[in-house]
């Protein structure tokens, strides 16, 4: 009996804890990004590195005869730079691939490449390497690799919420990939970066919502025995979408943080709302995330959307 | 009309001088890796760090029904790093993603996973992040991205050969993509980097051959109206290849390089042989790269392997 690839079993297997034994390796996968730390030259200084690789597919992530190649670039280098956010680090520099379909236009790939390197470079993430392939068959794969720095306050990950942390997320949640919202949206590089400098170290754990909020939730307490309990009514439901959507849709990338204490109710022009409480779990069976809604408990940590 | 993609003017396009205005780009796109500088935390320090992606495409690159997951993830990991070396830089870390075709078993994903992860480790880049993503259709496309530091002496580019240089070679040439060669080679770390601690700022030049000597010798000379003159009867010719399978072959990542004075005839167990030398280019419209073979004068410029 053979089974077919599963992402998550497959990736788990590399982020398994015990077989990074290179203490360059400050965080190592399974968070939005990798931290490594590389030498200065001559031995003085050095730096620490966030890094990490994403990809975008046509017909999974993006449908591209129907947005065309400028928005796909753009979605490909904004989703992965929402993952610098996710680490409230500042971007460095980032590369790409693709392989295209062979009946692509060179004014089609031009479009892509052209995109990806203007959007790189509005957030100050200068695309400096690339590599382009011609497939004989099969759909537009890119991928996209950040590199970023952490804040002066250190990188924030997704593993250190504590008992009584409130639970907080920018923006507006729910019919994303409906709407434009998934093409169009704003990396928070600036806003994670004002809650690390305001809340310093009471910002005890972040990531960015993509696969939906239940699921992406649960990443929080995967490494704890806490639980997340969500309050429907807090919920921020972006343009008429409703409860169920905010919590499964996806495609957000709006940030998700554990915290401590006071957090301003907004940043800007953007605003961050209290939507529920991490607590210890009443048992080991209990459901990571949980809904409270029109009074009843509901477990939304399989909630959202897989991307095929 | 429309054009179908070709991957040299896509790049060329990303690659164009002038467009790159962040003062963290040191070595922009255009080389084997780009350097970029990182900030320390708290405003101490900082590092440079070398950085690239490359693709590995199923029937392209490499044919996974004939070699298999694992070497196809050995070949995915080595090839990247072989930049590296042609930088003289120090591995820090990878990044990998892959999509893989729908009928591809957890088992063949799961050899293909370690043994990048493996690859890598044995080279001192650890894996620290990974992305999978299951095509509808397509054949297997890696991507994997290299980070690295420069020695203390700085990144060689491939671009500062000079008049009178000497052209060298390491290893052998030839008949890698018939033979296992491509599948089984050790990237030339150790070598590239007791290259740069021998011959310090006398080593003006250098990068690894992947897509053949003629086609990657002209890359020497692209930027300057310099000329490489290869002498037939002095090429390191792989079990049995001829003088034009060595020429233009490819998938050798042996390492070629210009340097002025006297270079070492071996390093350890990996000879280094002299083939050639720079000089200036007689008249504009002269080849850049040319063999002298059985008394003529051949253009070789552009002898090499279209991986497709």
Same mark, same amino acid.
């Given at each position: 009996?053979?089974? !077919?690839?599963?992402?998550?079993?497959?990736?788990?297997?590399?982020?398994? &804890?015990?077989?990074?034994?290179?203490?360059?390796?400050? =965080?190592?996968?399974?968070?939005?990004?990798?931290?490594?730390?590389?030498?200065?030259?001559?031995?003085?200084?050095?730096?620490?590195?966030?890094?990490?690789?994403?990809?975008?597919?046509?017909?999974?992530?993006?449908? @591209?005869?129907?947005?065309?190649?400028?928005?796909? +670039?753009?979605?490909?280098?904004?989703?992965?730079?929402?993952?610098? #956010?996710?680490?409230? +680090?500042?971007?460095?520099? @980032?590369?790409?691939?693709?392989?295209? &379909?062979?009946?692509?236009?060179? #004014?089609? /790939?031009?479009?892509?490449?052209?995109?990806?390197?203007?959007?790189?470079?509005?957030?100050?993430?200068?695309?400096?390497?690339?590599?382009?392939? =011609?497939?004989?068959?099969?759909?537009?794969?890119?991928?996209?690799?950040?590199?970023?720095?952490?804040?002066?306050?250190?990188?924030?990950?997704?593993?250190?919420?504590?008992?009584?942390?409130?639970?907080?997320?920018?923006?507006?949640?729910?019919? /994303?990939?409906?709407?434009?919202?998934?093409?169009?949206?704003?990396?928070?590089?600036?806003?994670?970066?004002?809650? %690390?400098? @305001?809340?310093?170290?009471?910002?005890?754990?972040?990531?960015?919502?993509?696969?939906?909020?239940? %699921?992406?939730?649960?990443?929080?307490?995967?490494?704890?025995?806490?639980?997340?309990? =969500?309050?429907?009514?807090?919920? &921020?439901?972006?343009? +008429?979408?409703?409860?169920?959507?905010?919590?499964?849709?996806?495609?957000?990338?709006?940030?998700?943080?554990?915290?401590?204490?006071?957090? &301003?109710?907004?940043?800007?022009?953007? !605003?961050?709302?209290? @939507? +529920?409480?991490?607590?210890?779990?009443?048992?080991?069976?209990?459901?990571?995330?949980?809904?409270?809604?029109?009074?009843?408990?509901?477990?939304?940590?399989?909630?959202?959307?897989?991307?095929?």
């Amino acid at each position: 009996m053979t089974s !077919p690839a599963r992402e998550f079993s497959v990736l788990e297997r590399i982020c398994r &804890p015990g077989q990074l034994e290179d203490s360059r390796v400050l =965080i190592g996968p399974g968070d939005d990004l990798a931290l490594v730390r590389a030498e200065g030259r001559g031995d003085v200084g050095g730096a620490e590195i966030l890094v990490g690789v994403d990809q975008l597919i046509d017909g999974i992530h993006v449908d @591209i005869a129907t947005v065309g190649w400028s928005a796909a +670039g753009r979605k490909a280098v904004t989703r992965s730079l929402s993952d610098i #956010a996710a680490m409230a +680090g500042r971007p460095v520099s @980032i590369v790409v691939s693709a392989a295209v &379909p062979p009946d692509v236009t060179e #004014a089609s /790939a031009m479009e892509l490449f052209d995109s990806m390197k203007e959007t790189a470079s509005q957030y100050h993430a200068p695309l400096v390497g690339g590599d382009l392939a =011609i497939l004989k068959e099969g759909p537009l794969t890119c991928s996209v690799t950040v590199m970023a720095v952490p804040p002066p306050q250190g990188a924030v990950t997704r593993f250190g919420a504590q008992p009584g942390d409130g639970l907080y997320v920018t923006g507006q949640l729910g019919g /994303a990939w409906r709407g434009t919202h998934h093409l169009t949206f704003e990396p928070r590089l600036s806003e994670a970066s004002m809650l %690390r400098a @305001i809340l310093q170290d009471r910002l005890h754990a972040m990531l960015d919502i993509s696969d939906g909020l239940g %699921r992406d939730a649960a990443h929080l307490v995967e490494r704890s025995g806490l639980q997340v309990v =969500i309050e429907a009514d807090a919920l &921020p439901c972006r343009d +008429g979408a409703d409860v169920s959507q905010a919590v499964g849709d996806g495609e957000d990338y709006e940030l998700l943080l554990a915290a401590a204490g006071e957090v &301003p109710e907004g940043l800007g022009a953007c !605003p961050v709302t209290r @939507i +529920g409480t991490i607590q210890e779990r009443p048992d080991p069976d209990a459901p990571p995330v949980v809904l409270e809604w029109n009074g009843a408990n509901h477990d939304i940590s399989q909630s959202g959307w897989e991307h095929q």
